[in-house]
């Protein structure tokens, strides 16, 4: 399909919608963000590519890095992942104590930090040097070698992250978390820091949207039926307490990230990125879900 | 697509699947049912149709009414329904108070009971004879005549039916009930009691899967973006606190009731029923998961 | 011990103390009273009288009354009756069903809501006529026939008690409530609305300072252990959320009502009893609480 | 009082009392003491001493001591205290953090282990050299130098204190510690870890029976309101979720500790030390519970 028409109605669109609400401002590397910042990108499986905006432009992608551990996690774990995380929606805000001391020290999904925590762990005994053999699993998912952590944030979030040494510590305390928690948490970290641009972000993401093959690579990265179980749990999962609302207005699977990003996959057709700064009360981006909303009821484009 | 070869495979597939768990018991009607009943049955958009063992043999499909209600009350209300009942998965099991008091009254989905009364109360405010009303509305979707409540069902239930009391109540206090406790408690118990084959079931429902208009009559009953709407509340919140699982596994929107029933659309392609009594912990059909697994994955049926 | 010359600085704190928060506004009858009501009276276990401002006008007493239907059923049941209540503090505000669901209809004491109707539903069972008899029972504990139900109060409870319902239906459905719900209902909203003057108050509850005999009657109306284990319960769970509160300033065991009413103890010395509408945010008497921690620190009269 | 008679009572009452429960098992130090110790031992304050059995040797107090860490720090900030922890019973298992999530980082008491943790803070911020401070300070409220910290405890307690780290790193998250964690953690740990014997206990306790000042030694440990203040919180918190049975059966304030040991307090009369090591399902002593409610019941010694 060509979106031409409809990118250039979508730029129109999206200076009309106001971006309300507030940039996140626990660490200094997001707070300083320009708020008005707006980038979008689509990528179709046959590598036809439309941008809008600041579309190429780097951001801290934050939490969407969670379904790339999750891809990788789950390649090496197979389904042994499942004892250790759950796959249902947490229905509680993204990092609640209360579910997790309520399951016993299982988190409910992989996207709550809980679950990502634990995700970490796996990574942190399969992998010798956690981080340099992530982020290259990452440049080889889209053949970028521009990707990369920010070590700036990374450290930030380290000085901000009693809440998440409450989870793991709990985690632990339950048996659930197998290493040592600073080597955890300091991967944890690190993975949150991730910067791409919006072209870049769909790029990576179009494995997703193609059975798990990337096809501009041409390289498997998850199994078929693991693609559609991760998108499965995006869908379910993938925007803390407003999981359903994204579903019921945009229709896609997706991840959000506090730095504003939020990927969406259309299966069989394309990865869209969008990047607009300032979030609503839930965490999630609001122009980014707007936009999102306002292109998936223009192109009748849906899972449902 | 022919599924001619699957069904039978599906055939001798579902005799090795063993039937888990227990029939439910909080009423005789539905206790007293064979537990090892078994059927499935799938309609086509262009009204093919594949059935296997006790397909059409009439059940109590119970939560499943709960989607008949949220389709006619939405059409009625627009997007004003929406404030009264959310689109968030609860994450916790299906009857609790304990989310609904810390929502101030307001139940999360449509599907929790909570929810579904408030569906209920909008649907005694608008109607004029609720009940009659709203099995015509069931029989013409699919025009057919022969569906009905089961009045000794809903006597049962109301006899039993103190935690749904409670619900309302609490809800009633918080100002979401408009109508009388009783004369809403009523309506719920008798659409709990509809009955209806698994070939019924899934010809009812084949409008989630063709945007609204029903195939088999021609007649629209939801605009296709409502349509699409209630894939994705079915999708997120159809399952209880089981969502998640039936989404990774089966990877179709679809409802659960306690009778043993199970719905589930492929938007686009088709609507399939089962019927097993006995239900996992959850409340779900165990075996009927069990088969819808195994006909997605072999069918490569999935909307991801 | 002669209180004279206290209650004369009393008389004078009283007017500094001002009376902050908001008189209860759910039922009229209680939302007209004079905000600025104030009254005060101990009675000492050789009946010396000491009274102050409203101490002889009439007021709903409300859950103060919880503590005479309990006196009533511990007589009848002895230690049975813990199988259906708890005796520890709730942690929850008063009417708050989330405990309550968690530990499957067994209220954690019988001061809060949960736990009075399940009092209610005893003396429903035990009692023939059970508002004739209980009232009986309460005039006969002071020997004062003044007493009575306003039935006003009660009949206006009655149409904003959505949530008193809510409570007694989740618990029959746990089978911890017998009698029909509306029968039970009806008994506790007229329990809560009978009236007293401050000097009623004290002297009707006089026993609990005297080891379970009322010295004004010289009628046993508890046993001595009663006597002290009905004290403790006061101690552990008669404000509320607030019990702590209560028990760290006055030091005393008590019970309050949203009339704006409280009483308190001194084993072996008095009972003391104060009035005053307008409640503080967890529903207890503002004013009255300050008073009580004056002159306890005053009198150094605590039970610690 | 003479309470020779019942002392010899008591011992016969001793030996019929089975210990039932379970030794605390998460560190060696307190697994592998002997299940089927038992002391007691009485002091009054004007220095009469009973003991029964074991009551020379010497066993780890554990909470106990945040009895006392709360007097030292109660005279350090006077009422500021109270800005950073309650005085509410918490209605819930001891080191749970679900409330203390909803309370936004303020712990609901002193004697939970979040509280306790707090009060650790503030001792680390107004002392020195915190350990060797507060226990000079401890040794000195009862003129005993042998009272002294068990190492080995201590650093056992550090490696399996993972739910305390999340207690304490969720409340830094708040803002409610305000020193370094594992400063604090050391701290903690190594007060948990303090031992003494019945007699040293219920002599080091005494200053609570009389007002603030220790009879022994004739010194001022607390004001006469604060040793009150004290003594209410115990009695409202001092045994997690079993605070209201204890107040019920027992009668007073009193504080209970994992390695099997109980402090009971009667005002203007006496302290009293029981220990045995096998807990209820609560983490109370068994045995200790029951031989101090025949105790009390026998010498008919209750605050109510």
Request: glycine residues 8%; proline residues 4%; aromatic residues 10%.
């Amino acid at each position: 399909m060509d979106y031409n028409q409809l990118f250039t109605e979508m730029g129109i669109e999206s200076q009309k919608i106001e971006a309300k609400g507030a940039v996140a401002s626990y660490i200094p590397e997001l707070h300083r963000v320009d708020p008005w910042k707006f980038g979008l990108h689509l990528t179709t499986i046959d590598n036809k590519n439309y941008g809008l905006g600041d579309c190429n432009e780097k951001f801290s992608i934050q939490s969407i890095a969670k379904v790339l551990i999750l891809a990788l996690a789950f390649e090496l774990e197979d389904d042994k992942l499942w004892s250790r995380v759950g796959v249902e929606p947490s229905g509680t805000p993204f990092n609640s104590l209360v579910q997790l001391e309520y399951e016993k020290g299982i988190p409910r999904n992989p996207f709550i930090n809980a679950g990502a925590l634990v995700i970490c762990d796996i990574l942190v005994t399969r992998l010798k040097d956690p981080k340099q053999e992530f982020i290259d699993y990452v440049r080889n998912i889209s053949g970028n070698r521009s990707i990369d952590y920010c070590q700036e944030t990374a450290e930030s979030e380290k000085s901000a992250g009693y809440k998440n040494t409450a989870l793991i510590s709990l985690m632990k305390s339950y048996g659930n978390i197998v290493n040592d928690i600073d080597v955890v948490l300091d991967f944890y970290f690190y993975l949150c820091s991730i910067e791409m641009t919006c072209k870049e972000l769909s790029q990576e993401f179009l494995f997703l949207a193609a059975n798990g093959i990337n096809p501009l690579t041409n390289s498997r990265i998850v199994s078929p039926i693991k693609s559609k179980r991760i998108n499965s749990i995006m869908q379910l999962c993938g925007f803390y307490d407003e999981a359903g609302e994204f579903s019921f207005r945009v229709g896609l699977p997706g991840k959000s990230g506090v730095g504003g990003g939020i990927i969406a996959i259309h299966p069989g057709k394309y990865s869209i990125a969008v990047w607009s700064p300032k979030l609503n009360k839930r965490g999630n981006s609001y122009k980014g879900m707007k936009i999102l909303e306002f292109f998936t009821t223009r192109a009748e484009s849906s899972i449902f």
